[in-house]
């Protein structure tokens, strides 16, 4: 045990020193192991030599410096070539056009080149030379007029290949479509289970597209390419014409690759959200078939409830991944999520609270898809519910699309809530003298209740005498169904026969206002129930 602290000790000790002598050891001169600053000379895109910068004149001013004065000399006709010369002093070698110094070569410009101050200068005499002939000689006018003439004849070439391309293209179409179409497109295909074949044509045609355009692509950017290189003023453009094309997919590579642990924590999420939704939508599903029971839980609030998990599961999800999205960092992406967010606040109040309500009118199950109702004054079965709006189908087969705010805010009538228990209680209304014994009118009506199909025997249909009134009874037939999808059906053949009874019987109905006693009684013989046009095999019940 003693050994073993002994051993701790020393190597602590040592662990300790080596810190020591860590940090009292001299740190290297970073300064000394730099790489001096360099920029290039560049006249009408070529690269004449490097220069070095020094801490009062950046290297690449200086270059720039150096170049004008290349071009103003280049500029200056009466300057000749030969005139331009290499004058050795005691610091540097200075290259002169006249009285005007093109640049000083010093010992450091030299040591760029690996090579002695008086070489080097010998060297870049000769390269501004050359470069001044060149700069001269682009710019005469018989090489402005032969550009333009190679440049026309470069366009009409540039057009006959686009459409040469174009044609072959669309022969090549045509022969695919007559020789391969009604092949891939034939339901015999085996991968018609997978993939539709309407699909994998669609791909080939857009695969053809896209070769297409890269192809005029290419043609353009070597048309491009050639003609900017005619003309001075624009061979800058032309050296960097293929920086522009690839800079912008260097720069969207190179941000994917740095949002590369973004992007996949991304992905982990909507795996993850997906997951869990795919297993919501299963449970509630359950629910709602009723192959799952939760107590106090309605099998019609399964719907609704799955739709507002999955609001909130999108929410929390959208700003859980809000900081992780390529961009969100940046002014330009909160200013327009600012924005879009104040256009969907001002524009979307409406459906806000349509969404709130059809959420309240779900948990409040007021009627179901299926079930004859009344919203206002439209009657009709319902066929869908959605949070915005419930889709109505009228007696008369118009679809009536009501906003769950009007729902919220308007009186519900639904006749098939309680005719699937007991029944659903129609009614007709009829006025009788006082001179008709009220229980002969009794059974008249219920005679009429018997006589109409759709009307349920058990519960029994009952009469109702709502008023006694000046000059007539107002009577009430009642009678249960389990049908309310033939409400209009059944009320109509209940009125038929309702007068078909009393007529039968001679019981006067006093509706309209009864005013005074007529000659003859207003009611119809049963040999006057089928006048023409009526027939008997048409008669209605």
């Known amino acids: 045990m003693v050994r073993t602290a002994h051993i701790l000790i020393i190597l602590l000790s040592l662990i300790g020193a080596q810190d020591v002598f860590a940090q009292t050891a001299p740190a290297p001169n970073v300064a000394l192991q730099q790489e001096p600053e360099t920029a290039p000379v560049v006249v009408d895109n070529v ?77 870049y005499l000769t390269r501004i030379r050359e470069a001044v002939t060149a700069y001269r000689s682009a710019r005469t006018p018989e090489r402005i007029v032969k550009g333009a003439v190679y440049s026309f004849f470069a366009t009409i070439i540039l057009i006959v290949l686009i459409l040469a ?19 891939i497109t034939s339901p015999g295909m085996p991968v018609l289970k997978i993939i539709p074949m309407k699909h994998i044509w669609s ?59 973004d992007i996949l924590f991304l992905v982990v999420l909507i795996f993850i959200l997906r997951l869990y939704l795919r297993f919501q939508h299963i449970f509630f599903g359950q629910v709602e078939e009723g192959a799952l029971t939760i107590s106090g839980f309605y099998p019609e609030w399964a719907k609704p409830t799955d739709r507002l998990l999955t609001f909130i599961a999108i929410a929390l999800a959208a700003v859980v991944a809000f900081p992780y999205i390529p961009g969100s960092e940046t002014g330009a992406f909160k200013g327009i999520s600012i924005f879009v967010g104040v256009l969907f606040s001002l524009g979307s109040q409406s459906a806000v609270s349509n969404f709130i309500a059809g959420f309240v009118v779900s948990y409040r199950r007021a009627f179901k898809p299926g079930d004859r109702v009344q919203i206002g004054e439209v009657i009709g079965d319902v066929t ?7 889709r109505i189908r009228t007696i008369k087969n118009e679809e009536v699309i009501i906003p769950s705010s009007t729902i919220l805010n308007s009186n519900v009538v639904n006749f098939s809530s309680f005719a699937r228990g007991t029944g659903l209680i129609l009614h007709a209304t009829v006025s009788i003298g006082y001179d008709a014994p009220w229980r002969q009118v009794h059974e008249l009506l219920l005679m009429a ?35 309310p999808e033939r409400m209009a059906r059944i009320y109509s053949e209940m009125n038929r026969n309702i ?43």
């Open 449 to 483: 209740a018997g006589r109409t199909s759709g009307l349920l025997r058990e519960p029994a249909p009952f009469v109702l005498q709502k008023s006694l009134d000046d000059f007539y009874v107002t009577y009430e037939l009642n009678a249960y169904t389990k049908e």
């Open 499 to 541: 007068q078909d009874c009393f007529n039968e019987y001679g019981v006067q109905i006093m509706s309209p206002h009864y005013r005074g006693d007529p000659a003859g009684a207003k009611i119809v013989p049963k040999d006057k129930w089928y006048e023409p046009p009526a027939q008997q095999s048409k008669e209605g019940g």
């Open 165 to 183: 391309v174009l044609k072959i293209f669309t022969l090549l179409h045509s022969f695919l479509e007559a020789r391969y179409q009604r092949r």
């Open 384 to 390: 869908d519910i959605q949070m915005q709006s419930t």
């Open 47 to 123: 690269r004449l030599f490097y220069i070095r910068g020094f801490k009062a004149l950046p290297a690449e001013e200086r270059a720039s410096d150096v170049a004008e004065r290349i071009k103003k000399v280049a500029l200056n006709q009466d300057i000749k070539t030969d005139s331009i010369i290499a004058v050795d002093s005691e610091f540097s070698i200075d290259i002169m056009a006249g009285q005007e110094r093109i640049i000083a070569i010093l010992d450091a410009d030299a040591a760029i080149e690996g090579l002695p101050r008086k070489v080097v200068g010998e060297e």
């Open 203 to 261: 791909a080939i045609i857009d695969s053809l597209k896209i070769v297409r355009f890269f192809l005029i692509l290419l043609l353009v950017y070597l048309y491009l390419e050639r003609v900017l290189n005619l003309f001075p003023g624009t061979r800058h453009y032309a050296a960097k014409l293929l920086y522009y094309v690839l800079n912008p997919l260097r720069v969207m590579g190179s941000g994917i690759l740095r949002e590369i642990p």
